[in-house]
């Protein structure tokens, strides 16, 4: 059974920083494309960052382009998100995903989901 576990969110004051891990079960993610996406209360799932199975490509959204960093360590089995410099609307439910097929940014093509990890960004 494939099964993600997203942890390292919690509250953070604007400014600061949290890493986000995804440690991944049941599945070996050498070979998967890999994606965070977030969803803030009353409003869609977007898109955050996604790297390539090598880590060579990564994407990010414009909102959070340079303060976030997308890594991956195959050898762990585990996707980070490094958020630094948080803003209050980075407020959401974090989720970990992966796809066999392409690198992208749209959520419809993701195949396994995590079940979230909660990040509130307040002084």
């Known amino acids: 059974q494939v099964q993600f576990v997203e942890s390292g969110g919690g509250l953070a004051q604007p400014g600061g920083s949290l890493r986000l891990s995804c440690v991944a079960s049941?599945?070996?993610?050498?070979?998967?494309?890999m994606a965070w996406f977030r969803q803030a209360p009353g409003k869609e799932r977007e898109f955050v960052s996604a790297?390539?199975?090598?880590?060579?490509?990564?994407y990010y959204a414009d909102s959070v382009k340079g303060r976030f960093t997308i890594s991956r360590d195959t050898a762990k089995n585990t996707l980070y998100l490094q958020m630094n410099s948080l803003k209050p609307e980075d407020t959401a439910v974090y989720y970990c995903?992966?796809?066999?097929?392409?690198?992208?940014?749209?959520?419809?093509?993701?195949?396994?989901w995590g079940q979230g990890t909660q990040v509130t960004v307040s002084s």
């Open positions: 995903a992966a796809n066999q097929g392409w690198l992208a940014r749209a959520s419809n093509v993701y195949d396994y």
């Open positions: 049941g599945i070996t993610l050498d070979w998967y494309p």
């Open positions: 790297i390539s199975w090598s880590g060579g490509t990564t």
